[in-house]
């Protein structure tokens, strides 16, 4: 178990908080794009710690700080505790990072398609910042972010520089309760899937996000023939 002081919250939007942790027994923190951290916290109303796996949204820029995003959930254990009693400067237990959530070896093999929905999108910021600032290349990459509002985008202006800036990036936001000129709307899989259904090629898909869109998403995939693995990859919230 490692320990990590928490440094800042910033509060990306109402229910969405980001939480950048230090690890003060590290002067560099060294992991993969795309892992996780499992958090371990004693919270009020519990006798036991409470733990919960949450992806890095930073990406290993040399420093010893990772940064989270959580959602918060009402009655939700570890996001009470994270929302309502923790404070700059406070301690937390955690493991990791760790995880096979990460990038293919060869961005140039094939097209690569990642879908989230709200915090889910913490591991594609991770990847995407550490293919931006090491110059990685790649063939194509889209992002597909499902929200409910324009106001709960994440990451907003980063993704659409790399939207300017990377050649064969695309960020494509939906808007599932709102209506919104120059953004997609409904659900998040009617629009990958409008494109996949016209491809000569399967990309790889990258679901993270909760259980119930992965499960949706996962469906509508193996009846297009695609395999976990080979052609699918998760990381499930809950």
């Not at 733990?51 to 040399?62: C, E, F, L, T």
């Not at 493991?95 to 690569?112: A, C, E």
């Not at 494509?172 to 090629?201: A, F, M, T």
């Amino acid at each position: 178990m490692e320990v990590a002081i928490l440094s800042q919250i910033i509060k990306e939007t109402d229910k969405n908080w980001r939480f950048i942790f230090e690890s003060p027994l590290y002067d560099k923190l060294t992991f993969i794009p795309g892992q996780l951290v499992q958090i371990h916290a004693y919270v009020p109303g519990f006798d036991k710690p409470v733990a919960r796996n949450y992806s890095v949204a930073s990406w290993p820029d040399g420093s010893n700080k990772f940064e989270l995003i959580v959602t918060y959930l009402n009655g939700g254990a570890m996001s009470e505790y994270l929302f309502n009693y923790i404070e700059p400067g406070d301690e937390i237990l955690y493991k990791g990072p760790m995880g096979i959530f990460t990038l293919p070896d060869n961005l140039m093999d094939r097209d690569i398609y990642f879908i989230s929905t709200g915090s889910g999108v913490s591991p594609f910021r991770s990847m995407l910042n550490y293919i931006y600032e090491n110059k990685v290349p790649f063939k194509n990459i889209k992002l597909f972010f499902g929200t409910r509002k324009h106001s709960d985008l994440l990451y907003k202006e980063e993704f659409e520089k790399f939207d300017k800036e990377l050649d064969n990036f695309e960020y494509i936001p939906v808007l599932s309760q709102e209506d919104r000129e120059g953004y997609k709307k409904g659900h998040v899989h009617k629009h990958y899937l409008d494109l996949i259904d016209n491809l000569e090629d399967k990309p790889l898909v990258y679901f993270c996000g909760w259980n119930i869109m992965i499960e949706q998403g996962r469906g509508e995939l193996k009846r297009r023939d695609f395999e976990m693995m080979k052609d699918i990859r998760v990381e499930i919230f809950g």
